[in-house]
């Protein structure tokens, strides 16, 4: 895939995968021109994980369910699946890790996702939240076919929505209606 290709399949909202010293070094150096080479790729990332706070205040959007945040964890005996529920039912929430690298983005079809490196491996997380009208059941009902990996997509799609729709309203990018999405993966 291109790199054309990959800034219409995925909108960043924020990472520290892959920063790269010598994007940030010029306004760095005009900012903080008495810094060493190690001080400045500190500075890097201390600025850089400012901006995650700025990314959490444009996402302060409040929902009306919980969150589900659906793993498959890259752990040091292999791959498993889990979940993690959110509470509060607010996106701002979505954006917290205790990975050592992450990157959260809205995929071409219009979920939050997150790739999160840690020393075994890494992790890549689909958000999504609960429908309006879900009931307890059939919240417990996906939980228990994750918890025992035989959940499809269906499941999911089936219990809760996609995250972008809200997301793209902030920043104002495009993503797949979801009516042309289901038409696309039938045709």
């Not at 895939?1 to 070094?25: G, P, V």
């Not at 050592?100 to 999504?128: M, Q, S």
Request: glycine share 6%; proline share 2%.
């Amino acid at each position: 895939m291109n790199s054309k290709n990959q800034a219409i399949d995925r909108h960043i909202i924020w990472s520290d995968i892959d920063l790269n010293l010598d994007d940030w070094r010029e306004n760095l150096q005009e900012d903080y021109p008495e810094l060493s080479e190690t001080e400045l790729y500190q500075k890097m990332y201390d600025i850089n994980g400012e901006y995650l706070d700025d990314e959490r205040a444009n996402l302060n959007i409040q929902l009306s369910q919980p969150i589900i945040v659906i793993g498959d964890l890259g752990l040091w005996n292999g791959r498993v699946t889990g979940y993690k529920m959110i509470d509060s039912g607010n996106i701002k929430d979505c954006l917290y890790s205790d990975t050592d690298f992450t990157e959260w983005y809205v995929d071409k079809y219009g979920d939050l996702r997150a790739d999160a490196i840690h020393h075994d491996g890494t992790n890549h997380y689909l958000y999504r939240v609960f429908k309006d009208g879900v009931s307890d059941t059939q919240v417990e009902n996906l939980q228990n076919k994750l918890s025992f990996g035989t959940a499809t997509r269906a499941d999911i799609t089936r219990v809760t929505r996609r995250l972008g729709d809200d997301i793209a309203k902030v920043y104002g990018f495009p993503i797949t209606k979801q009516k042309q999405r289901t038409q696309q993966e039938r045709g």
